[in-house]
Protein backbone atom coordinates (compact mmCIF):
# COMPACT_ATOMS: atom_id res chain seq x y z
CA UNK A 1 0.00 0.00 0.00
CA UNK A 2 1.78 3.73 -1.05
CA UNK A 3 1.42 7.15 0.93
CA UNK A 4 -1.87 8.21 -0.82
CA UNK A 5 -3.47 5.08 -0.25
CA UNK A 6 -2.78 4.24 3.97
CA UNK A 7 -5.39 4.95 5.99
CA UNK A 8 -5.51 7.75 8.85
CA UNK A 9 -4.15 6.31 12.17
CA UNK A 10 -3.40 9.62 13.72
CA UNK A 11 -6.04 9.46 16.56
CA UNK A 12 -5.48 5.60 17.16
CA UNK A 13 -1.55 6.58 17.26
CA UNK A 14 -2.06 9.18 19.70
CA UNK A 15 -4.46 7.87 21.81
CA UNK A 16 -2.42 4.81 22.27
CA UNK A 17 0.55 6.58 23.40
CA UNK A 18 -1.32 8.82 25.67
CA UNK A 19 -2.71 5.42 26.80
CA UNK A 20 0.77 4.13 27.56
CA UNK A 21 1.78 7.68 28.96
CA UNK A 22 4.66 7.95 26.34
CA UNK A 23 6.16 10.98 25.31
CA UNK A 24 6.59 11.72 21.09
CA UNK A 25 10.06 11.39 22.21
CA UNK A 26 10.28 7.91 23.62
CA UNK A 27 7.69 6.35 20.55
CA UNK A 28 10.58 8.64 18.26
CA UNK A 29 13.76 6.52 20.41
CA UNK A 30 11.59 2.86 19.96
CA UNK A 31 10.33 3.44 16.33
CA UNK A 32 13.31 4.60 14.88
CA UNK A 33 10.91 7.34 13.09
CA UNK A 34 11.24 11.27 14.03
CA UNK A 35 9.45 13.31 16.25
CA UNK A 36 7.92 15.56 13.60
CA UNK A 37 6.91 12.47 11.62
CA UNK A 38 5.11 11.11 14.70
CA UNK A 39 3.46 14.27 14.97
CA UNK A 40 2.28 14.81 11.70
CA UNK A 41 0.79 11.28 11.98
CA UNK A 42 -0.82 12.02 15.19
CA UNK A 43 -2.36 15.03 13.26
CA UNK A 44 -3.43 13.30 10.12
CA UNK A 45 -0.80 15.37 8.26
CA UNK A 46 1.40 12.10 7.11
CA UNK A 47 -0.03 9.07 6.18
CA UNK A 48 2.83 6.19 7.25
CA UNK A 49 3.74 3.45 5.24
CA UNK A 50 2.92 -0.01 6.21
CA UNK A 51 6.81 -0.57 6.97
CA UNK A 52 6.60 3.02 9.59
CA UNK A 53 2.94 1.27 10.78
CA UNK A 54 3.93 -1.15 12.14
CA UNK A 55 7.42 0.02 13.72
CA UNK A 56 5.80 2.24 15.37
CA UNK A 57 3.03 -0.19 16.33
CA UNK A 58 5.67 -2.23 17.76
CA UNK A 59 6.59 1.16 20.09
CA UNK A 60 3.39 1.29 21.31
CA UNK A 61 3.60 -2.46 22.13
CA UNK A 62 0.43 -3.33 19.39
CA UNK A 63 0.02 -4.73 16.14
CA UNK A 64 -0.46 -2.40 12.84
CA UNK A 65 -3.91 -4.12 12.32
CA UNK A 66 -5.06 -3.50 15.89
CA UNK A 67 -4.04 0.59 14.88
CA UNK A 68 -5.97 0.01 12.03
CA UNK A 69 -9.01 -1.44 13.67
CA UNK A 70 -8.58 1.22 16.02
CA UNK A 71 -8.60 3.96 13.33
CA UNK A 72 -12.18 2.96 11.59
CA UNK A 73 -13.93 3.36 15.56
CA UNK A 74 -12.16 6.37 15.60
CA UNK A 75 -14.13 8.34 12.51
CA UNK A 76 -17.24 9.49 13.67
CA UNK A 77 -20.30 11.67 13.48
CA UNK A 78 -21.76 12.62 16.50
CA UNK A 79 -24.63 14.86 17.25
CA UNK A 80 -24.81 17.56 20.45
CA UNK A 81 -28.38 18.19 21.10
CA UNK A 82 -29.13 21.42 22.30
CA UNK A 83 -29.80 20.71 25.70
CA UNK A 84 -27.09 18.28 26.53
CA UNK A 85 -24.40 19.21 28.02
CA UNK A 86 -21.53 16.77 27.91
CA UNK A 87 -19.24 17.72 30.80
CA UNK A 88 -19.38 19.88 34.51
CA UNK A 89 -18.82 23.09 33.22
CA UNK A 90 -19.66 26.42 34.66
CA UNK A 91 -23.39 27.88 34.41
CA UNK A 92 -23.74 28.74 30.87
CA UNK A 93 -20.67 27.32 29.28
CA UNK A 94 -21.27 23.68 27.10
CA UNK A 95 -18.64 22.30 25.12
CA UNK A 96 -20.29 21.32 21.44
CA UNK A 97 -17.72 18.53 20.44
CA UNK A 98 -17.10 16.04 22.69
CA UNK A 99 -14.01 14.50 23.78
CA UNK A 100 -10.42 15.61 22.82
CA UNK A 101 -10.50 16.19 19.32
CA UNK A 102 -8.21 18.72 17.45
CA UNK A 103 -11.32 21.26 17.14
CA UNK A 104 -12.20 22.50 20.96
CA UNK A 105 -15.43 24.43 20.52
CA UNK A 106 -17.75 25.83 23.64
CA UNK A 107 -21.06 27.68 23.50
CA UNK A 108 -21.48 30.82 26.50
CA UNK A 109 -24.49 32.22 27.22
CA UNK A 110 -26.07 34.94 28.88
CA UNK A 111 -23.90 37.30 30.60
CA UNK A 112 -20.27 36.08 31.14
CA UNK A 113 -17.71 37.51 32.26
CA UNK A 114 -14.41 36.07 30.73
CA UNK A 115 -12.24 38.26 33.14
CA UNK A 116 -9.26 37.01 32.62
CA UNK A 117 -7.00 36.99 29.93
CA UNK A 118 -6.10 34.12 27.08
CA UNK A 119 -3.61 33.28 25.10
CA UNK A 120 -4.08 30.08 22.94
CA UNK A 121 -1.07 29.02 20.67
CA UNK A 122 -3.51 28.40 17.95
CA UNK A 123 -5.91 30.52 16.29
CA UNK A 124 -9.50 30.90 17.49
CA UNK A 125 -12.63 32.52 16.20
CA UNK A 126 -15.70 33.89 18.30
CA UNK A 127 -18.82 34.32 16.81
CA UNK A 128 -21.82 36.21 18.20
CA UNK A 129 -24.96 33.84 17.72
CA UNK A 130 -27.15 36.06 19.89
CA UNK A 131 -26.54 39.57 21.64
CA UNK A 132 -23.52 41.36 21.89
CA UNK A 133 -19.95 40.95 22.88
CA UNK A 134 -17.01 43.47 24.02
CA UNK A 135 -13.26 41.88 23.12
CA UNK A 136 -10.29 43.18 24.09
CA UNK A 137 -7.56 42.20 21.73
CA UNK A 138 -3.86 43.53 21.00
CA UNK A 139 -4.75 46.63 23.39
CA UNK A 140 -7.78 47.07 21.23
CA UNK A 141 -11.72 47.16 22.03
CA UNK A 142 -13.75 45.46 19.19
CA UNK A 143 -18.18 45.71 19.84
CA UNK A 144 -19.19 42.36 18.45
CA UNK A 145 -23.17 42.15 17.25
CA UNK A 146 -25.43 39.45 16.44
CA UNK A 147 -23.34 37.71 13.11
CA UNK A 148 -20.08 39.18 13.83
CA UNK A 149 -17.29 36.84 13.76
CA UNK A 150 -14.01 37.57 15.13
CA UNK A 151 -10.54 35.98 14.03
CA UNK A 152 -7.50 35.72 16.44
CA UNK A 153 -4.44 33.88 15.09
CA UNK A 154 -2.36 32.27 17.89
CA UNK A 155 -0.50 33.94 20.14
CA UNK A 156 -3.23 37.57 20.43
CA UNK A 157 -3.61 38.23 23.94
CA UNK A 158 -7.54 39.01 24.21
CA UNK A 159 -10.30 39.25 26.94
CA UNK A 160 -13.97 39.02 25.85
CA UNK A 161 -17.50 39.57 28.01
CA UNK A 162 -20.73 39.83 27.05
CA UNK A 163 -22.45 42.61 27.84
CA UNK A 164 -26.25 41.43 27.45
CA UNK A 165 -28.50 38.47 29.12
CA UNK A 166 -29.51 36.60 26.19
CA UNK A 167 -26.21 36.29 24.21
CA UNK A 168 -24.96 32.90 22.64
CA UNK A 169 -21.48 33.42 22.16
CA UNK A 170 -19.44 30.71 19.85
CA UNK A 171 -15.76 30.03 20.62
CA UNK A 172 -14.39 28.03 18.19
CA UNK A 173 -10.18 26.80 17.94
CA UNK A 174 -7.86 24.48 17.15
CA UNK A 175 -7.12 22.20 20.67
CA UNK A 176 -4.36 23.77 22.58
CA UNK A 177 -2.55 19.64 22.18
CA UNK A 178 -2.55 20.68 18.18
CA UNK A 179 0.48 22.19 17.36
CA UNK A 180 -0.85 24.30 13.87
CA UNK A 181 2.66 25.23 11.74
CA UNK A 182 2.69 26.35 8.28
CA UNK A 183 3.06 24.78 5.40
CA UNK A 184 6.46 24.31 4.15
Partial sequence: MDDKESPRVGTAVRKRRRALELTLAVVASRSGLSVPFLS????ERARP????????AEALETTATA???????ARTVDVVRAGEHLEQMPEGVRPLVRGHHQLHAVE???EQEAGREYQ???DEILYV????VEVEAEGRAYRLERG?????????RHRWRATGPDTR???VAVADHIEATEPD
Avoid: K, P, W
Fill in 148 to 156: DALHLTGGV
Fill in 49 to 56: SMRSLQLV
Fill in 40 to 43: QIEN
Fill in 129 to 132: ADGS
Fill in 120 to 122: HRN
Fill in 108 to 110: FTG
Fill in 169 to 171: LLV
Fill in 67 to 73: LLAAADS
